[in-house]
């Protein structure tokens, strides 16, 4: 099992910037891959972007390109995503998501574990 805690969301306004960390424990040595999605209310959970473990491959959802950077600390178990220029549209619980299982998938299915979440409130 792997067990992930988010951290880093707040509320800020339009235009700035933060980063979240997702921290992985428990058997850590078989993640493949992570990702970040996210929720907003009313809407369906979406993927937002991810990264392989071992070689550090990353994909982004369309509406973060450009905004978005997912990125990895494997001695420290953590993956990250700084989100710059935020938007109100942004405004959503963003969940880290871990997936022990190689092979061919797409990247915004397929992950195994999840967090709790963090929120993220952009002003306008």
């Known amino acids: 099992q792997v067990q992930l805690v988010e951290s880093g969301g707040g509320l800020v306004q339009a235009g700035n910037s933060l980063k979240l960390s997702c921290a992985a424990s428990?058997?850590?040595?078989?993640?493949?891959?992570m990702g970040w999605f996210r929720q907003a209310p009313g809407k369906e959970r979406e993927f937002v972007a991810a990264?392989?473990?071992?070689?550090?491959?990353?994909a982004y959802a369309d509406f973060v390109k450009g905004r978005f950077t997912i990125s990895r600390d494997n001695v420290k178990s953590t993956v990250y995503l700084q989100m710059d220029g935020l938007k109100p549209e942004d405004t959503a619980t963003y969940y880290c998501a871990a997936d022990r299982n190689p092979g061919p998938k797409g990247w915004g299915v397929g992950y195994d574990s999840w967090g709790r979440g963090t929120q993220v409130t952009v002003s306008s």
């Open positions: 990264i392989r473990r071992t070689d550090s491959i990353t």
């Open positions: 428990g058997r850590t040595f078989a993640i493949y891959r």
